[in-house]
């Protein structure tokens, strides 16, 4: 993006919801460019590499509950995306620090998928043949005659880029901070601003070994420090021995700005129980500082003004099937569809 490129629609944000939204823009024959200041499309649908092992860090697994997102995922399927059931149901225990001995299974007969090599290859298959500039922030977006020019930030320096339409869909905040920025007007701002997030604390562990979590290889905790821990060989995303363990949301939000190094041994500490003699060979702790919303809103998307939308989970029902909902709904609203 040089000077003052002039693009069809811009989409701030190539996760789930900016990829939804640019796939069914371009179906309906518009030209979507897509920025993202991380380092690849995919947002909180992220996979990471620790030493030689593979680690889910954001969205664990996903369901697919409407006829759209069940076939945009046979879609995918049928492009080649490695999407697999993993389970129909998880292990349940009261709290990480009482063992696994009174883990239960659970089954509700409802599929639960994950993406073979790591949930990052469900962003990467939606990104296919779409228009992505990684490492590109968006610092503002203001209006300029009948569409928008927003201010962009990438490894060569500032730049501006002019948009006919723009759909943001970085979470709510982070989008209402780029109107703001903007001198955008938001109707709705009190109740948008009420969108707010969880964070959530991660610790990838690599292993010397299996840990041999109970089947199927994923534990939700009602209560304690660890809200799930889960094995990333049993969900297919590593070959090498590793756990995902996600902070509960009370101790996320508590240990958010503490030393790395204390989370870390107290996460070390209270999944101990569960590594039957595995030994942690390496680990990488991750903030989101966005993770899950706390109250979802059920509009889809939301027309800012004409020809800025603002989509992402938190306003279809969270997670990634909500995510995509808010994608499509996003792409609709600015193409009447
Ligand atoms: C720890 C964790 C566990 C989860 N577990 C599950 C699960 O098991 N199942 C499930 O269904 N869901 C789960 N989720 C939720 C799921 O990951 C999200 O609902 C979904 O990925 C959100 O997609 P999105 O596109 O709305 O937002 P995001 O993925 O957040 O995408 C927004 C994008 O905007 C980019 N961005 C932000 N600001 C800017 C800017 N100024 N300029 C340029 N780019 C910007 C970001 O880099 C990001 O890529 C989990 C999430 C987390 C964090």
Same mark, same amino acid.
């Given at each position: ?10 989409? %701030?944000?190539? $996760?789930?919801? /900016? !990829? +939804? *939204? =640019?796939? @069914?823009?371009?179906? #309906?024959? &518009? ?17 990471r ?32 995306c ?32 994950? %993406?073979?090599? $790591?949930?990052? /290859? !469900? +962003? *990467? =298959?939606? @990104?296919?043949?779409? #228009?992505? &500039? ?15 020019v927003?201010d ?19 979470p ?10 903007g ?40 209560? /304690?420090?660890?809200?799930?821990? @889960?094995?990333?060989? #049993? ?9 995902t ?9 508590a ?29 990488d ?17 939301v ?8 989509a ?14 808010? /994608? ?10």
């Open positions: 993006m040089t000077g003052e490129e002039r693009v069809d629609v811009a989409v %701030v944000g190539a $996760g789930l919801a /900016g !990829l +939804a *939204a =640019a796939r @069914a823009l371009t179906a #309906a024959g &518009r030209r979507p460019v897509l920025v993202d200041k991380g380092r690849r499309p995919g947002g909180r649908c992220a996979t590499s620790l030493g030689g092992a593979v680690v889910d860090t954001g969205a664990q697994f996903f369901t697919v509950r409407s006829d759209a997102f069940a076939r945009l995922v046979a879609d995918l399927r049928a492009d080649g490695p999407i697999r059931e993993w389970s129909q149901g998880f292990a349940r225990a009261g709290s990480v620090t009482d063992g696994p001995d009174g883990a239960d299974a659970s089954s509700d007969g409802h599929p639960r998928h994950s %993406v073979t090599g $790591g949930m990052n /290859g !469900l +962003a *990467a =298959a939606l @990104a296919r043949d779409l #228009a992505v &500039r990684p490492g590109t922030r968006a610092l503002a977006v203001r209006p300029r005659g009948a569409g928008w927003l962009l930030l990438d490894g060569d320096g500032p730049r501006r880029v002019e948009a006919g339409a723009v759909v943001l869909t970085a709510v905040p982070q989008s209402l901070a780029l109107l703001g920025a001198g955008v007007e938001v109707a709705d701002l009190a109740r948008l601003r009420g969108l707010t997030y969880e964070p959530c604390l991660t610790l990838m562990v690599a292993l010397d070994r299996p840990a041999a979590l109970p089947g199927p290889g994923g534990v939700q905790f009602a209560a /304690g420090p660890v809200g799930w821990l @889960a094995d990333n060989v #049993a969900k297919g995303a590593s070959a090498e021995p590793a756990l363990v996600h902070a509960s949301g009370d101790l996320s939000e240990a958010y700005d503490l030393d790395g190094d204390r989370v870390t041994a107290l996460l070390l500490d209270a999944v101990a129980p569960w590594l039957r003699g595995a030994r942690p060979v390496t680990t702790l991750f903030r989101w500082r966005y993770s899950k919303p706390r109250t979802p809103a059920d509009d889809g998307a027309a800012v003004v004409d020809g800025l939308v603002l992402g989970d938190a306003l279809a029902g969270a997670k990634v099937e909500g995510a995509v909902t808010s /994608g499509l709904r996003a792409a609709g609203l600015l193409t009447g569809g």
